[in-house]
Structures are given as structure tokens and as C-alpha cells.
């Protein structure tokens, strides 16, 4: 009896959370110069740094598309995640959520919506750089398991960063506060990393601070993946800093929701 | 049979600031409250709390016998909320929201098409319905809003300022959805600081002001216990004002003042009909000429200027005992 009830308020909540993100991917579908700045600006990316920075770094056992390219993905997925707290906060000051939060539906669903439309965002995000990549001498070396690997941690770190700034988002409540506080963090942590230049070149105290960081297990899981490297160490580390950051910030996040704002 | 909605020394407060200092409020079911007050009252931390968005500091309520914090599960499928922001998504069409909200109330995708349409149709957005919500007027917003909260036809609505900032064709349009809203049985609770707007549809009225009831009752015992009625006389000739101040004060009623500029008299005074017949009288044998002389009940505004300022001067509890 119970176990059923527990059942139907989980298909319930599943039902709200897809509700919530139909909703937020109509958002991005309506507005086209959003759609046209978030295709270009990855694609950008992907040209500039593998024309302006790849050329100046040689990095033994890999051509430099091949090398930047993954640190190119992640940290596009990075930035892109204070998506999630601008849209949360967007939606506090607009009354959205005040609405939501006087429905019947599950408390979760907002933020399970919310993130899961900015993970489906980031996944088109990430296949079409990849894809950009190709055009400019990327390319996949090893099994097709390991490039879907690949894309999926990536695309993993992205959901779980999602989560943070969810967090981040309910608790500064203006879009612009969202943004400036997720640069702050995001920036040194993208920059201190594996992403663009290998870490023997860094001090010693921030190669010690830059090779325990998720973004730099992250990078070097997808580009061990990518090439068909040993790729068990890193990956672990991905997964363990993917579903440690989840297992705190989502409890975190959905009472913060929970509770009265 | 028990009211709709039941509030008991209802506290909420914000660091030092008593939004809610205690209230006490009763909805009888099928009809509409007007909790009247200024900007910063305490209304929307009432509704808030009431629509289970906020929990209370002290004191309890129930909204169809459930509690609001124990219950909030619950009684979220038995309301509906408008609030003042008209929380409407700008990106989708009226359809859209509608039907969303729907899904929301767990209504089968088919159920929620259907209750979206004849929303539609109901709140004259037809042809609006398909087009993104922020290229609505002001007045198809709060239609919209208004219309969202009624897709599971909830039997209390909360209605937050629901015609603020929208222009008199808008506020007037409103008002008709609401008073048929009514007549189908639905309790409401308004929050309004239009004067007009409480008198219009509510039932009754209780003012608030810093946080506390200083007044409920229905709008004509309102009326009363702020000064019964009030004769206005305007003398023809201004110079004949004082004249006409000295033959008011003989009637022996109490003390007539100038209630402006253009030879606008007035008597506060408890008595009926009888009283402009005599003052008639009066005016005629003292020789002065009246270019217009009325007995009116005082408005709401006499009424909420009264009611406020006392409670800024006076102890909150002794200001104006509730009326029952």
C-alpha cells in the first residue's frame, strides 16, 4: 500500500519534472537570437582555440585538436551550467516559481525540470562542437564506446554543476547577481586545469590545486576516452566528483526550494 | 456551517519587522473577503501564507478545514492564486500556460487541453490564446493569471491585488470576471488597496494597517461606525458661509466645519431625513440662499483615512474594535 503510494508520487514527480522542462526547452526553441548566440558561440570557440592556442601547444601523443577539443567541451559546459541559476532566478522574480510552488506538484520538479532541459541544451552544445571539431582536424581515436564516453562525462559534469547553480541561483534571486557570482567560480577553475595546456607547466602550487579539481578529471577523462588512452584513473575521479557534487547539492537545492523564500 | 477559511493570531515577522502582528479573519464560504490596507500592510504576507507559499511565525490557519503548514500537500489542490505580478509565462502562448498548469494539476493531457479552451473562451482570449504571453496587454495578463488559477476549478481563490496597475476599462473588465466567479460559489479573498474596488465586490471588508485588523465588518456597518452620515450644504454666496456656519450649529447637532474652499459645508450628525428639512427651513427664514444641501454616507476612503490615521496615533487594540 504504502510502496504504491511511493510509486504513483514518483511517476508524479516524473511527470512534473518532464512538464517543467518541456516548458524551459520552449523557452530556448521561442527565442531566436538566443538559439543563433548559443550555436555560434560554440562554434567560435572550438576555431578560435584550436587555430589561435592548439598551434602554440605540442603536446607528445597527440595531435592539438585532438588535445584541446575536450578541454574546449568541458569548459563550454562550465560556463554554460550558470545557465541554471540565471533561468531559476528569472523564474523567482517573475513569479514563476511562486505559481509552481502553490501547485499541487512535486517540490522537485522545478529543479529536476530546470536541469534536465540545461543538460538536453548542453548535450546539443556539446555534439555540435564536436561535430565543428571534425571540420577543423578533430578526431575520435578510439572505440565508439569511448567516444560516447567521452561526450557523456562531459555532459555529466555539466549536469552536476547544474545542480550547484541551482543552488546558487535560489539564493542570490536576480539574474545578473546569478551571473556574476558563477563567473567568479567558474573562471580560475576552467583556467587552473588540465583544459588548455598541461599542468608540468604550472607552479607547483597550483598544479597541486589544479590536478584534484572535477574539471581537470573531467578533461582528462574525455580525452583519454576521445583517443582510446587508458582512461580508468580519471574517470573514476570524474564519476566520484559528478555524483559526490549531486548527492550534496541536490538535497541541498531542493530544501533551499522547499523552504519559504 | 464553518467558514472557509479561519485565521488565528496569525504572526509573521521579517527581523524586527512585524509583518503580521496577530490576526484574526473569517471567510464564510461563497463569499468574498476585502482585505483592505496601504502598500506594506501586511496583505501579501497574509495571502502568502494563507496560499502555503510562507510559513507563519505564530498563531494558525485552515483553508477548508486544513491546516496550511501540516496540510499544505493537501490543500494546494483546493486553491487558486492571482497574484500581483500576474505570474504568467511571457515565452509561451495563453494555451500554453493554461494547458501547463494543467499537467501541473495533474489533469490528463486531453482534460488540460479542454479546461485550457474553455478558459480561453470564458476569458475572451481567443484570439489572443495563441500567441506568447509578453505581447499581452496589462488586462489579458491578469485575465490570463486569473484564468490559470481556476483550471481545477479550486473552491477558495486568492486574489492579490488583481487589478493593480491596469487601467479603469481593465479594472472594470476584472471586476465582472470576478463577481461571476462568485456567484458560482467560489470563496474569495481579495486583497485590494482600492477603496473602490472592496466596496465593488466584496461582501465584507476587514482593513489591515502595520500588520493588524483595525476594522471588519460589512461595508455599510464600515460606513456607520466612521460617522453616520454627513450633511453637506453648499451656500450660493460665499460671504454668507458664516451665516450659514451659525444656523447649522443651531440645529444643535454638533459642530459644522468648511469642508473647502467653494462654500462646501458639512455636518457630521446620526439624525435621518428630517434633518435637511429643517436645516431648509433655516437656511430659508435666516435668508440665506443654498445652492445645494444632501445627506451622503460617508465613503470608503472617509472611512480608511479615519481607521488608519487613529491607528497611527492610537494603541492598535483600542483604535476600532472589530465589528461582530
Do not use: C
Amino acid at each position: 500500500m504504502s510502496a504504491g503510494i511511493t510509486t504513483s508520487r514518483l511517476r508524479w514527480a516524473i511527470a512534473d519534472g518532464l512538464a517543467v522542462t518541456g516548458r524551459n526547452l520552449r523557452h530556448w526553441v521561442r527565442q531566436p537570437q538566443l538559439l543563433v548566440f548559443s550555436t555560434i558561440q560554440p562554434v567560435m570557440f572550438v576555431v578560435l582555440f584550436v587555430y589561435v592556442f592548439g598551434s602554440a601547444i605540442t603536446v607528445p601523443g597527440f595531435t592539438y585538436q585532438n588535445y584541446i577539443i575536450p578541454g574546449v567541451l568541458v569548459q563550454s559546459v562550465a560556463f554554460g551550467s550558470n545557465q541554471t541559476a540565471i533561468g531559476l532566478a528569472v523564474d523567482l522574480s517573475g513569479g514563476m516559481i511562486d505559481r509552481f510552488r502553490s501547485l499541487p506538484m512535486a517540490r522537485s520538479a522545478v529543479l529536476f525540470g530546470r536541469t534536465l532541459s540545461d543538460l538536453v541544451r548542453n548535450l546539443f552544445v556539446v555534439l555540435l562542437m564536436t561535430a565543428t571539431g571534425y571540420l577543423v582536424g578533430f578526431r575520435f581515436t578510439g572505440s565508439p564506446l569511448g567516444a560516447a564516453g567521452a561526450i557523456l562525462i562531459v555532459v555529466g559534469l555539466g549536469y552536476a554543476l547544474s545542480w550547484i547553480y541551482s543552488f546558487v541561483g535560489l539564493a542570490v534571486r536576480n539574474a545578473e547577481s546569478a551571473q556574476a557570482a558563477s563567473f567568479v567560480v567558474t573562471f580560475p577553475l576552467v583556467f587552473a586545469s588540465s583544459a588548455f595546456v598541461p599542468l608540468e607547466g604550472m607552479p607547483g602550487w597550483l598544479q597541486a590545486f589544479a590536478q584534484q579539481t572535477p574539471i581537470t578529471h573531467t578533461v582528462d577523462a574525455a580525452r583519454a576516452l576521445a583517443s582510446g588512452l587508458p582512461a580508468t584513473r580519471p574517470l573514476l575521479f570524474a564519476l566520484a566528483w559528478i555524483l559526490g557534487i549531486l548527492a550534496v547539492f541536490i538535497p541541498l537545492s531542493v530544501s533551499r526550494f522547499r523552504r519559504a523564500l | 456551517m464553518r467558514p472557509a477559511i479561519v485565521v488565528e493570531r496569525l504572526q509573521k515577522s521579517y527581523g524586527p519587522t512585524h509583518a503580521l502582528g496577530g490576526i484574526d479573519l473569517e471567510v464564510a464560504e461563497g463569499t468574498i473577503l476585502g482585505l483592505l490596507g496601504p502598500n506594506g500592510a501586511g496583505k501579501t504576507t497574509a495571502v502568502r501564507i494563507l496560499t502555503t507559499l510562507l510559513d507563519p511565525d505564530g498563531g494558525r490557519a485552515e483553508v477548508l478545514g486544513l491546516d496550511v503548514v501540516r496540510d499544505a500537500a493537501a490543500l494546494r489542490s483546493q486553491i487558486g492564486l492571482a497574484g500581483q505580478y500576474a505570474a504568467v509565462d511571457g515565452q509561451l502562448t495563453g494555451r500554453e500556460n493554461l494547458r501547463l498548469v494543467g499537467r501541473l494539476y495533474h489533469l490528463r493531457a486531453a482534460e488540460a487541453a479542454r479546461r485550457a479552451d474553455e478558459l480561453i473562451e470564458r476569458f475572451e482570449l481567443a484570439e489572443a490564446a495563441d500567441r506568447p504571453a509578453k505581447t499581452y496587454s496589462g488586462g489579458m495578463r491578469r485575465r490570463l493569471d486569473l484564468a490559470a488559477s481556476l483550471v481545477n476549478n479550486p473552491p477558495v481563490l486568492f486574489l492579490d491585488e488583481p487589478t493593480t496597475g491596469l487601467d479603469p476599462r481593465g479594472r472594470i473588465g476584472l471586476w465582472d470576471v470576478i463577481s461571476q466567479l462568485v456567484k458560482g460559489g467560489t470563496t474569495v479573498l481579495l486583497t485590494t488597496q482600492y477603496l473602490e474596488e472592496a466596496d465593488r465586490l466584496a461582501d465584507r471588508i476587514a482593513v489591515i494597517d502595520a500588520g493588524r485588523i483595525i476594522a471588519e465588518g460589512t461595508v455599510d456597518e464600515l460606513k456607520t461606525t466612521v460617522g453616520g452620515t454627513v450633511l453637506e450644504v453648499r451656500v450660493a454666496d460665499q460671504a454668507q458661509a458664516p451665516d450659514a456656519l451659525r444656523a447649522l450649529a443651531a440645529l444643535g447637532q454638533g459642530e459644522p466645519q468648511r469642508a473647502g474652499e467653494n462654500g462646501l459645508l458639512s455636518l457630521p450628525t446620526t439624525a435621518s431625513v428630517a434633518l435637511v428639512v429643517e436645516a431648509a427651513r433655516t437656511f430659508d427664514a435666516a435668508g440665506i440662499a443654498v445652492a445645494d444641501l444632501a445627506l451622503r454616507r460617508p465613503t470608503l476612503d472617509d472611512v480608511f483615512l479615519t481607521l488608519t490615521s487613529h491607528a497611527s496615533t492610537a494603541a492598535p487594540q483600542t483604535a476600532a474594535p472589530p465589528l461582530h
